[in-house]
C-alpha cells in the first residue's frame, strides 16, 4: 500500500454559498491542495508527503490522499485544477513538430516507459509558434477523470509558459527558478527565445546553485548579464543567496502580494515559500 502523510493543514470552514476554486499540485514526494474563494483569495491549504520509486502505485496513492484531505472529501467546489510535476517534457518549434514522432521524441529524451499519457499544448511565444509535450503516468491521468467530475489537467510549467505568451516582448534575457520541495523548475530565456525548461532534482541549496551555474556555463551565457527572478523555498539569509546575488545581474526574490491570501490563514514557514503553489491560482 502507498503510504502517503499529511505534513501541514491550514482550513478554514467552507462556505458553500460561494464558489469555490481547487488547485492540486503532484510532485514527485509531495502533493498540495488549496482552495480559493469567490473573492480570489486562497483561505486553505494542505501539504502531503510520500515516497516515490519505480514501483509506485499512483491510484492507490491519490485515493489515500483523497481519504485523509478535508479539502478534497469535502467536494464543496465545481472544478479541480491539477499541475502536474511528474511529468516529462520536450517544446519544440512549430516547424520541426510531427504528431507522430512525439512518442520517438520522448522514448529517446527520457527512455521508453509503458502506460504513459501524452499531452500537447500550442503556444505562440515573442511571435513564435512552439509545440509544448509533456508525459506522465496513465494512473495519474485514470484516477483524476474517475474521480474528479469536471477535472482541468496541466503540467506546473504550463503556467510559466502561459504566462511567457503575454509577457512583452522587449524582456530582458533571465533565469527562472521555482524552488518546490524536492526539486527545481528552470526556465532560461535568452533574447526573448527559451533555450531551456526542465526541472532538476535537488538536495541542498548547493545542487540549486551548481545546476545553475552548470547551466549557465554550457549555454555560454555570462550570468552577470542575466537576471535571476526566483521563488519558492528559498532562506534569504542563506550563502546560497547571497552568492547569487553577486554572480547575477540581479536577483528578484517573488513575494505573495497581501491580497492572495485570507487574514486567517495560518503557515508554519515563510510566506514566500508557498509562492509558486499561490501563483498558479492567480
Avoid at 61 to 87: M, P, W
Avoid at 137 to 154: F, R, S, Y
Avoid at 167 to 185: C, G, R, W, Y
Wanted: charged fraction near 20%; include cysteine.
Amino acid at each position: 500500500m502507498a503510504t502517503i502523510t499529511k505534513i501541514f493543514d491550514s482550513r478554514i470552514l467552507i462556505d458553500h454559498s460561494f464558489e469555490q476554486e481547487c488547485c492540486v499540485v503532484i510532485e514527485h514526494n509531495h502533493i498540495v491542495v488549496l482552495l480559493k474563494n469567490k473573492s480570489r483569495s486562497i483561505h486553505s491549504i494542505e501539504i502531503f508527503e510520500f515516497t516515490h520509486n519505480q514501483m509506485i502505485d499512483w491510484e492507490d496513492l491519490l485515493n489515500n490522499c483523497l481519504n485523509d484531505s478535508a479539502i478534497l472529501k469535502d467536494r464543496g467546489f465545481h472544478e479541480v485544477t491539477f499541475y502536474l510535476q511528474t511529468v516529462e517534457m520536450l517544446l519544440m518549434p512549430d516547424a520541426f513538430f510531427n504528431e507522430k514522432s512525439v512518442p520517438h521524441h520522448f522514448n529517446v529524451s527520457y527512455g521508453e516507459k509503458p502506460h504513459r499519457t501524452i499531452r500537447i499544448r500550442k503556444l505562440t511565444i515573442n511571435k513564435e509558434g512552439l509545440t509544448y509535450a509533456y508525459r506522465y503516468p496513465v494512473a495519474i491521468h485514470h484516477w483524476i477523470t474517475t474521480n474528479i467530475t469536471k477535472p482541468v489537467i496541466e503540467s506546473f510549467s504550463s503556467s510559466q509558459l502561459y504566462k511567457l505568451e503575454h509577457a512583452p516582448t522587449n524582456q530582458h534575457s533571465f533565469v527562472d527558478i521555482k524552488v518546490l520541495f524536492k526539486e527545481i523548475m528552470l526556465l532560461v530565456v535568452m533574447q526573448n527565445r527559451i533555450v531551456l525548461l526542465q526541472s532538476y532534482p535537488y538536495q541542498s541549496m548547493d545542487d540549486i546553485l551548481y545546476r545553475i551555474l552548470l547551466i549557465t556555463n554550457t549555454l555560454s551565457l555570462s550570468t552577470k548579464e542575466l537576471n535571476l527572478y526566483i521563488s519558492g523555498m528559498i532562506n534569504t539569509e542563506s550563502v546560497f543567496f547571497e552568492l547569487c546575488m553577486e554572480k547575477f545581474k540581479t536577483v528578484e526574490l517573488a513575494a505573495v502580494e497581501s491580497d492572495w491570501i485570507t487574514d486567517n490563514l495560518r503557515l508554519n514557514m515563510p510566506l514566500h515559500y508557498l509562492y509558486p503553489y499561490f501563483n498558479l491560482m492567480l
